[in-house]
């Protein structure tokens, strides 16, 4: 296969547990290989992989032994770790049905000239229909916040083995930032795909822990969003950056009237930090 998925995990054992038992049939039908990239996790991560190593002989794992290391770099580790011509990006709180799979298999069947592949997100996007992208600031523009999710773009090896990962390290969105520093000012193509979503993956048993309702979230939604989209290269368009910068305050539902409203409920909207954030959230809102 020219397809392999590729999950970055830290101390998540059950998740990914959970996120194998889902996917595991659907990979196999379609022979597609897994690399799973451990960050020294201290829970039974690693004893998660061996039990799915003896149901799925197609999956390779690496276990960072040293030092807990942060996102951007865990995710960049994992991608190198697949030596596969596409790799999908998988986070464990996400669900990939077997006609998405297998659509997407398909298209690189018959474009494998394709550099990335962006897929929709709980149907987020109904507006705009599939097509191929060839300007960035359109790519900007429309799917910043699709794109910004881990599991929601195929990236092509060229896009990995142009090393554009250490400017983004530390940002939260460095899986997007090589994608739009790679696409800066070169000819590319990208694969829109709206008929087929990314879903959440849903287990009773478990429950998942989402950025966006703890104390960092005007940190990593305000503060970090608007400073990675403003530091991009300026062959964006400040129109773009902008339109960027708003569509992922309305469609992440963080920053509309009921986003704010269960931030202030959970105690992370208080005066103090609104003054803090106050020039980014005037960006984000409506």
Request: net charge positive; aromatic share 12%; charged share 20%.
């Amino acid at each position: 296969s020219q397809l392999s998925i590729v999950i970055p995990t830290h101390n998540r054992a059950k998740f990914l547990d959970f996120l194998l038992e889902k996917h595991i049939d659907i990979f196999r039908q379609c022979n597609i290989p897994v690399f799973i990239y451990n960050n020294a996790s201290t829970d039974d991560t690693d004893k998660i992989i061996k039990k799915w190593k003896k149901e799925y002989h197609l999956i390779t794992s690496k276990t960072n032994i040293d030092d807990v290391m942060i996102a951007d770099k865990s995710i960049e580790n994992a991608l190198k770790l697949s030596n596969t011509k596409y790799r999908w990006l998988l986070g464990d709180a996400y669900y990939l049905s077997p006609e998405l799979v297998q659509h997407v298999n398909n298209m690189i069947v018959k474009n494998n000239e394709i550099d990335l592949f962006i897929l929709n997100l709980n149907n987020l996007i109904t507006d705009i229909p599939s097509s191929l992208y060839y300007k960035e600031n359109q790519l900007l523009s429309n799917f910043a916040t699709v794109m910004a999710c881990v599991g929601c773009q195929i990236y092509n090896e060229k896009i990995i083995n142009s090393n554009n990962f250490n400017k983004y390290i530390g940002t939260n969105y460095g899986q997007l930032g090589i994608i739009l520093e790679y696409i800066n000012n070169n000819k590319f193509c990208a694969n829109w795909v709206q008929e087929f979503s990314v879903t959440s993956l849903k287990n009773p048993n478990l429950e998942k822990r989402n950025w966006s309702h703890g104390e960092l979230v005007l940190e990593i939604a305000a503060k970090n969003w608007t400073k990675f989209i403003f530091s991009l290269p300026d062959s964006y368009s400040t129109k773009s950056k902008l339109m960027a910068v708003k569509n992922f305050g309305r469609q992440t539902n963080i920053f509309t009237i009921k986003g704010l409203l269960l931030m202030r409920a959970r105690g992370n909207l208080t005066y103090t930090n609104y003054k803090k954030y106050s020039k980014e959230i005037s960006l984000l809102v409506k």
